[in-house]
């Protein structure tokens, strides 16, 4: 089946479990022990593993994912205005590397549609963060005032936020990472947050001493955390074969093949910023409650996934939290 007319089939599952009268017996069986709690950026979560930005980009699976033993959701991207994304075809398994191949565009409903829905799931009390990242017909040079637009709306009704200028699916997106231009949007978005912690995900291509820089920037400013980190430009070390690679074209490449930069990143954000009282997220390439205990020894606070539920199923989280 077509992976993203799959993933739609598969969400309308998860929000059916995620229904009042569903949801209790779902959570009965997936309920993480209390000793995974952490605490971290002024929030109790129930258990380190999260949902990574991605897979719920409209807020409407949140129930479902957290009954299934998510410990917190990280919905998005969301932009100000809303966007269909890119052209489909846009996204593409790797079976034989556990993988897959991204260029969906942030296609959301806009912040406006996010903050509606958040407000009605804070009555009922999950974990949630949203990721806002640039909307695309929006100019480069005004990306600041898009992004507060969504952080503005988004703030009061989030338990955190994400900066994402990591994306490789946005025209110009990753250019923001460099720190001269990062500086005075994470700063306006910062002062647009207010009182809700604020994190910024970075991309694995960045070079050693631009994931330090930016990990810097991020305690100078004043940000409460980093999440490292998202989809790669790079297709090296792939099983699948080289001509299916070049046919399926752009994209972020996500799952198992990212597992060591990411875990490189980790380290190095981590060694710039000892402190634990910096969240750290790490993401990419996590499969197993082994995979998320090794971040955990890493330095991270927080770990997520994505790509291996597609591969696992739904009891993935529960596997992990049991196995943690």
């Known amino acids: ?181 990062l500086r005075p949007l994470l700063e306006a978005v910062r002062a647009a947050a207010g009182k809700t912690p604020l994190l910024v995900k970075i991309a694995p291509d960045l070079s050693d001493d631009e994931v330090a820089g930016i990990t810097s920037l991020a305690v100078e400013v004043g940000l409460d955390g980093l999440i490292a980190t998202n989809t790669t430009i790079s297709r090296a070390g792939l099983v699948t074969d080289d001509e299916k690679i070049e046919t399926i074209g752009a994209g972020g490449l996500s799952g198992a093949p990212v597992k060591e930069r990411s875990l490189e990143v980790l380290r190095i954000v981590r060694s710039t910023v000892p402190d634990a009282d910096f969240c750290v997220i790490s993401a990419g390439g996590v499969s197993t409650s082994d995979d998320v205990r090794e971040r955990l020894e890493a330095g991270a606070t927080l770990v997520q996934g994505y790509t291996e539920f597609i591969y696992r199923g739904p009891a993935w989280a529960h596997q992990i939290n049991r196995g943690l």
């Open 1 to 181: 089946m077509d992976p993203e007319t799959a993933h739609h089939l598969g969400m309308a599952a998860i929000r059916a479990a995620g229904l009042r009268p569903i949801a209790p017996v779902v959570a009965r069986w997936t309920r993480p022990d209390p000793a995974l709690q952490v605490r971290t950026m002024g929030l109790t979560f129930p258990t380190p593993f999260g949902m990574a930005a991605g897979f719920d980009k409209n807020a409407v699976a949140v129930r479902g994912l957290e009954a299934l033993g998510f410990g917190h959701v990280e919905v998005g991207t969301v932009t100000a205005i809303p966007q269909p994304g890119n052209p489909k075809p846009r996204l593409f398994r790797l079976i034989d590397d556990r993988a897959l191949i991204n260029r969906m565009g942030f296609n959301n409903n806009g912040a406006r549609a996010a903050a509606k829905r958040l407000a009605r799931l804070r009555k009922r009390g999950a974990i949630i963060g949203a990721n806002i990242g640039k909307s695309r017909v929006v100019a480069v040079d005004d990306a600041t005032a898009d992004y507060v637009t969504s952080a503005t709306m988004l703030a009061p009704l989030a338990d955190y936020l994400a900066v994402n200028v990591s994306s490789p699916n946005t025209p110009g997106l990753r250019g923001l990472q460099a720190v001269e231009t």
